[in-house]
């Protein structure tokens, strides 16, 4: 009889150590907020669980990269209850832990949205599919008023994993990373955290053919991708020795925007390694550096900087170390003009 106890309370023992463990939320959890009925956003909350047994929260979107490693606080989670609050967004989460979910919902001023959770798990990718994505793949990309290009660059790491990049020549070239990168039964999936856009295609006869979808984008665009790499364009400024040397250096600016927001516009004018005068514009604050300028002009003291990616133009008036002007591009709404003095650095 005491035995046959032994056995029971030992049986009891491992039950209650298996309900602790699955009640254990550590680690990253993810699902889709359903935002409206076009539009889904990925959520992911990554929770750590302290000595004490109570947790840290971050909450994180790969399709917002305004919301990363996001604090949460008043994180509570009793009897499989779990709530949080996200004061930065002016948010809560409240759910339910149920066969393996986190069933609940999000609460924001103006609404309360449905929200499931579930454990995440980063895609492994088989030999194959790692073998068939390894390499450069290019492709255009039709928007209005210009065709770009989206080059797509997958290598291993020296841990055996699969990293990607994109990037868009016409653009300056600068590689963004990849995210959440799946590649199974011919279906590609990845996405690029910080401009908020998705790639998702079918793998047929060599190429993906497939859409890319961007925050803030009115509708995905087509976009069939094949293996092989291409070089970033090159514009030679028509500019006199004189002219070159009148412009040459780094200039930078504060760009005052209709909204209220401020940009800094640096703009470079440089000799390439094949002897030929290039200018660029960096925009540090967005992200963005060596957007070339495709044309430059300087007649006496006004020069004209234009670009084709994005369309825009600078015209300005050059007084030593100070160039003042003017920055015009289009938008849906008309063409835009905004006053931008440079300074040489």
């Not at 604090?71 to 948010?91: D, E, H, I, M, R």
């Given at each position: 009889?005491?035995?046959?106890?032994?056995?029971?309370?030992?049986?009891?023992?491992?039950?209650?150590?298996?309900?602790?463990?699955?009640?254990?939320?550590?680690?990253?959890?993810?699902?889709?907020?359903?935002?409206?009925?076009?539009?889904?956003?990925?959520?992911?909350?990554?929770?750590?669980?302290?000595?004490?047994?109570?947790?840290?929260?971050?909450?994180?979107?790969?399709?917002?990269?305004?919301?990363?490693?996001?604090?949460?606080?008043?994180?509570?989670?009793?009897?499989?209850?779990?709530?949080?609050?996200?004061?930065?967004?002016?948010?809560?989460?409240?759910?339910?832990?149920?066969?393996?979910?986190?069933?609940?919902?999000?609460?924001?001023?103006?609404?309360?949205?449905?929200?499931?959770?579930?454990?995440?798990?980063?895609?492994?990718?088989s030999?194959?599919?790692?073998?068939t994505?390894?390499?450069?793949?290019?492709?255009?990309?039709?928007?209005?008023?210009?065709?770009?290009?989206?080059?797509?660059?997958?290598?291993?790491?020296a841990?055996?994993?699969?990293?990607?990049?994109?990037?868009?020549?016409?653009?300056?070239?600068?590689?963004?990373?990849?995210?959440?990168?799946?590649?199974?039964?011919?279906?590609?999936?990845?996405k690029?955290?910080?401009?908020?856009g998705?790639?998702?295609?079918?793998?047929?006869?060599?190429?993906?053919?497939?859409?890319?979808?961007?925050?803030?984008?009115?509708?995905?665009?087509?976009?069939?991708?094949?293996?092989?790499?291409?070089?970033?364009?090159?514009?030679?400024?028509?500019?006199?020795?004189?002219?070159?040397?009148?412009?040459?250096?780094?200039?930078?600016?504060?760009?005052?925007?209709?909204?209220?927001?401020?940009?800094?516009?640096v703009?470079?004018?440089?000799?390439?390694?094949?002897?030929?005068?290039?200018?660029?514009?960096?925009?540090?604050?967005?992200?963005?550096?060596g957007?070339?300028?495709?044309?430059a002009?300087?007649?006496?003291?006004?020069?004209?900087?234009?670009?084709?990616?994005?369309?825009?133009?600078?015209?300005?008036?050059?007084?030593?170390?100070?160039?003042?002007?003017?920055?015009s591009?289009?938008?849906?709404?008309?063409?835009?003009?905004?006053?931008?003095?440079?300074?040489?650095?």
């Amino acid at each position: 009889m005491t035995k046959l106890l032994r056995i029971m309370l030992l049986l009891a023992t491992l039950a209650t150590g298996q309900a602790f463990a699955q009640q254990d939320l550590s680690g990253p959890w993810q699902g889709k907020l359903a935002v409206d009925a076009k539009t889904n956003i990925t959520i992911q909350f990554t929770f750590a669980k302290h000595p004490d047994g109570s947790y840290g929260v971050v909450l994180d979107s790969p399709d917002n990269p305004a919301i990363k490693n996001v604090p949460a606080s008043a994180v509570s989670f009793t009897a499989g209850q779990l709530k949080l609050n996200v004061a930065a967004l002016s948010g809560s989460y409240a759910a339910t832990l149920k066969d393996g979910k986190l069933d609940g919902h999000w609460t924001q001023p103006g609404g309360t949205l449905p929200l499931v959770l579930s454990p995440y798990q980063k895609a492994v990718l088989s030999k194959a599919a790692m073998d068939t994505l390894t390499g450069a793949w290019h492709g255009p990309v039709q928007i209005p008023n210009v065709t770009l290009t989206f080059v797509t660059r997958f290598a291993r790491s020296a841990k055996g994993e699969l990293t990607g990049s994109l990037s868009v020549p016409e653009q300056g070239g600068q590689e963004l990373p990849m995210a959440d990168i799946q590649f199974a039964d011919n279906k590609l999936d990845f996405k690029i955290p910080r401009v908020g856009g998705h790639y998702s295609a079918d793998f047929a006869n060599g190429a993906f053919v497939g859409t890319w979808t961007q925050t803030g984008a009115p509708a995905p665009l087509a976009v069939t991708l094949k293996k092989g790499d291409v070089a970033k364009p090159v514009f030679p400024l028509k500019l006199s020795a004189e002219a070159f040397a009148a412009v040459a250096g780094k200039w930078t600016g504060k760009l005052q925007g209709p909204g209220g927001g401020v940009i800094t516009i640096v703009m470079r004018f440089e000799l390439n390694s094949g002897g030929q005068y290039v200018g660029f514009v960096d925009s540090p604050d967005q992200g963005a550096t060596g957007l070339p300028i495709a044309e430059a002009d300087l007649a006496a003291t006004k020069l004209t900087a234009k670009m084709n990616t994005p369309p825009a133009q600078f015209e300005g008036t050059l007084a030593g170390k100070t160039i003042t002007g003017q920055w015009s591009q289009p938008t849906p709404n008309g063409p835009l003009a905004m006053p931008l003095t440079l300074t040489r650095q």
